[in-house]
């Protein structure tokens, strides 16, 4: 019936509608630091069966494929895709970028701990490490105000050097988080993650620990967004969005004629 045809081809819209949504959004963050692409996963709604597969047809012969006709899509999920952004100088000693697998910890106002990729530090006017947004880094770091120097190792271990003084001086030590299903996080914006029954609870380590990746100091994870794959689904998404939209149109024609003429 083509008012069934026409509700199949909606949803063909919506669906579309969001995946162009995704698309846009991808894009958009292109130069986000530390920004994880996202993937929108569709999935068929309930088939309605008129007559399974194996119904009889005689005495002896069954039918070898059900007559089962669908009811449309819809969008099931979204995925990110933990591919590693690439990585840009900055020469800033407390820009931090993550080579490998691991979230960088920070407490939230509510209390919770976010999870974030994006390595771009600063101190906080008690010189303790906060991200861009002001939310501390977890466990706590403390730059001394007479610092002159800062290192971070490859390992996590920050130490500073004050005027006067020959030795280093270790002050903290960056922890990375994991999680046995990081698609499972939830995006909670400004470049944070949060934690879900999905996700599993978090699993931290000191860097190149347990497969934990390393940390370069003086440089940032940039956005791991191919624009030119974007662009290419974003042209397959228009042209399937064109296509259920020429769907309702037909649909709409067969059953003005079926009116005018039956």
Avoid: C
Wanted: a negative charge.
């Amino acid at each position: 019936m083509s008012t069934n045809a026409m509700n199949v081809a909606k949803t063909g819209l919506n669906a579309q509608q969001t995946r162009l949504q995704v698309i846009s959004n991808n894009l958009a963050n292109v130069n986000t630091t530390g920004f994880k692409r996202d993937r929108a996963n569709f999935e068929t709604l309930l088939y309605q069966v008129t007559r399974p597969a194996g119904a009889p047809t005689s005495d002896t012969t069954s039918l070898t494929s059900p007559l089962a006709v669908g009811t449309g899509v819809r969008v099931v999920s979204t995925d990110k895709l933990f591919t590693q952004g690439a990585l840009s100088t900055t020469d800033n000693a407390l820009d931090v970028a993550i080579d490998g697998q691991g979230f960088l910890q920070v407490l939230l106002p509510d209390g919770r701990i976010g999870y974030t990729r994006d390595g771009a530090l600063s101190r906080n006017a008690d010189g303790t490490l906060t991200t861009a947004s002001g939310y501390v880094l977890q466990p706590e770091i403390t730059i001394p105000e007479e610092a002159t120097q800062i290192v971070i190792s490859s390992d996590g271990i920050v130490s500073v050097q004050t005027q006067g003084e020959a030795q280093m001086q270790e002050v903290g030590q960056i922890t990375l988080a994991s999680f046995a299903n990081p698609r499972g996080l939830e995006p909670g914006g400004e470049n944070l993650l949060l934690e879900t029954t999905a996700s599993g609870p978090a699993n931290v380590t000191a860097p190149l620990e347990a497969g934990m990746g390393k940390m370069v100091q003086g440089a940032l994870e940039g956005s791991n967004v191919n624009v030119v794959q974007e662009l290419v689904d974003m042209i397959e998404t228009q042209r399937a969005y064109e296509v259920s939209s020429k769907a309702i149109s037909a649909a709409d024609e067969m059953m003005k004629f079926a009116s005018n003429n039956l």
